[in-house]
């Protein structure tokens, strides 16, 4: 499917470098861009808020709180209710509702408000998670996604992989996930070591997703075998990293788990200058630099 | 000298995101920019160009070649001609001649000319190297470089590093430097991996400076100790992970070569997101997109 490992990279960070023309505009907190609306969504936007009795938003070349939406509090209220609100009117985009909080980052690198998980494409919101490059010796353990999961079903995965909760660190993050998802003990989990970052900005069906991936690799002793726990997950593999890059340019994989596993093998010496024509090309999409605020307190 | 390693980072990655606003214009081969000039490098070209009897370059708001300058070999000549002249005028840029070639890569990812390698930065050519990490248990071996060294002279280094000449691979460069500058024997030196790369453009009192680092960990044994062969370097040390932060945050190290030893540490778990505030910023600007041409044949 692909020919080689930089259309895989371009597949997921596909948003255009420099102006993309495509009619969004920002959304704009305290002189920073925070995120960026399609049309498809500005239209209801102003629909929605010109109906409301006390417009919580301003609308112009920009999208704005009203100077009355002021707090954490009230910010988070406003865009639940907007969001409550499209839901409750079918909104394709959030069929995939999960109940969980995301925060969005402001100048201060501090939470500037929260919104559901789901509904953060509709913003252009950067999002953060961990994933984990779990490995046997020079064998990669990869997980098949679970056929009934809302997004991607089926395709190959890291072995473990997800957001992080507000007021979490990425590590207690990945001991937590490594847990849920593939029944790792924490005495396995907490050997897990931050190696980076891989951020990329891609566009899916449910809009704009500017996002940050903290990655960690995991060594997995001989002995173990990880096993599936909360049904995100249908099976573990341990795959040699010729099946590893195989399955990848057959475009078996989650799209941005691909990226993980590129950056994993390049930091591996798997992929090198010397084998890789795009060595360079690659890396650095892998490294996308963001404009978007990002959390910047430990 | 530095509040914190973002400090560091943009202290070498200085030259501006977005529009420089410092009056470059653009050297264009082939429709790519391969270079940026500077006015005070534009204004003595248009000088050197007007007084030559058949022009070499056409220059108007950007620089090309004239069309009659259409070949590997007509490039390399007319820019050896143009630099032999500024060096026997006395450019200051030009003290540091090395009468080393460095390829100047176009879309083809061939090289479309050679120049020497200090008169580079007065076209604002991107160049490529390799820094290897060099490391013993939990320390990293740091190079004092010798006080008779053109450039930083007597500051902080990577144990090896060094321009990657013509048709070398960059696993051979490592090798050949790994013997020239630190005494490592092949057989050590062969252990070195790839694993990644470190972009950046900065700018120095020469000019304009994109440069991409292929970066190498090199393991070295606890019974072997590196030494000073060709007089680049004074001395080597053996620097647990805390005195390397303290000399990088000192401002003792070259600078590029702390962006390298910055990587090192992400890489390694040594910085993380849970104890570096910055830790996005810092890793995605040390891969820094570079717009220019660069090599893709392997």
Redesign the interface.
């Known amino acids: 499917m692909f020919d080689n490992f930089l259309q895989v990279v371009a597949h997921c960070d596909k948003y255009p470098?420099g102006t993309a023309n495509d009619g969004s505009v920002p959304i704009v907190l305290n002189g920073r861009v925070i995120g960026n609306v399609l049309p498809n969504v500005r239209n209801p936007l102003i629909d929605y808020n010109d109906n409301c009795q006390k417009p919580p938003f301003r609308i112009t070349h920009q999208i704005e709180f009203q100077p009355w939406v002021d707090s954490f509090d009230k910010r988070t209220q406003v865009v639940k209710e907007l969001m409550d609100t499209w839901r409750a009117d079918g909104m394709q985009s959030l069929k995939g509702w999960r109940n969980e909080l995301y925060p969005v980052y402001g100048v201060s690198?501090e939470p500037d408000f929260v919104m559901e998980r789901a509904a953060t494409p509709l913003f252009g919101i950067s999002t953060f998670g961990v994933h984990v490059n779990g490995y046997t010796g020079d064998k990669l353990w990869v997980a098949r996604r679970s056929k009934s999961k809302q997004t991607w079903p089926g395709l190959l995965d890291n072995i473990v992989a997800g957001g992080i909760s507000y007021q979490y660190?990425?590590?207690e993050t990945v001991v937590k996930e490594c847990d849920e998802e593939a029944s790792i003990p924490s005495s396995i989990a907490g050997r897990a070591?931050?190696?980076?970052?891989v951020?990329y900005y891609t566009v899916t069906e449910f809009g704009l997703q500017p996002e940050?991936q903290?990655v960690f690799d995991l060594p997995i002793p001989e002995d173990f075998t990880p096993t599936p726990k909360d049904g995100e997950v249908d099976e573990f593999y341990l795959m040699d990293m010729e099946e590893v890059k195989k399955t990848i340019l057959n475009n078996e994989w989650k799209p941005n788990c691909a990226l993980v596993t590129i950056d994993f093998m390049?930091?591996?010496?798997i992929l090198?200058?010397?084998?890789?024509?795009?060595?360079?090309?690659i890396?650095?999409?892998?490294?996308?630099?963001?404009e978007f605020p990002?959390?910047?307190?430990?």
Chains 1, 2 share one sequence.
Do not use: C, M, W
Not at 193 to 197: E, H, L, M, Q, V
Not at 283 to 290: E, M, N, Q
Not at 294 to 298: D, G, L, Q, S, Y
């Open positions: 470098y690198g660190s990425t590590q070591k931050n190696a980076g970052i951020s940050t903290y390049v930091r591996h010496g090198t200058a010397d084998n890789e024509p795009d060595f360079i090309d890396v650095s999409r892998l490294h996308r630099r963001l990002n959390p910047r307190k430990v």
